[in-house]
């Protein structure tokens, strides 16, 4: 009986670190704020948002990496993108 009892016990330390040690993968929201400058009467701003699912840390730098500055025919546009 303790030695089935211990097996158990084995069993479930083991369950417990490999559900603590795997990364949970979720559905984030990726929202990008875009500002425009250098021409009159553009927008004020836009908002854009998409999901990623991925595992949180993977989701914020795909996220972040949409962040850019562009330059079009005088129109300066700034994206900043971050996780929600």
């Known amino acids: 009986m303790k030695q089935r009892f211990t097996s158990l016990l084995w069993a479930s330390a083991v369950l417990v670190l490999l559900a ?3 990364s949970c993968t979720r559905k984030y929201t990726c929202q990008c704020k875009m500002t425009y400058t250098g ?3 553009l927008p ?3 908002t854009r948002e998409y999901p ?3 595992t949180k840390k993977n989701a914020r730098s795909a996220c972040q990496a ?3 500055t ?3 025919g ?3 546009t700034v ?3 971050d996780l929600f």
Do not use: M
Request: hydrophobic share 15%.
């Open 44 to 46: 004020q701003g836009d």
């Open 66 to 68: 949409a962040s850019g």
């Open 74 to 76: 005088g129109i300066h």
């Open 39 to 41: 021409v009159p009467g």
């Open 20 to 22: 603590g040690t795997t």
């Open 52 to 54: 990623i699912t991925d």
């Open 79 to 81: 994206e900043t993108c």
């Open 70 to 72: 562009y330059d079009n």
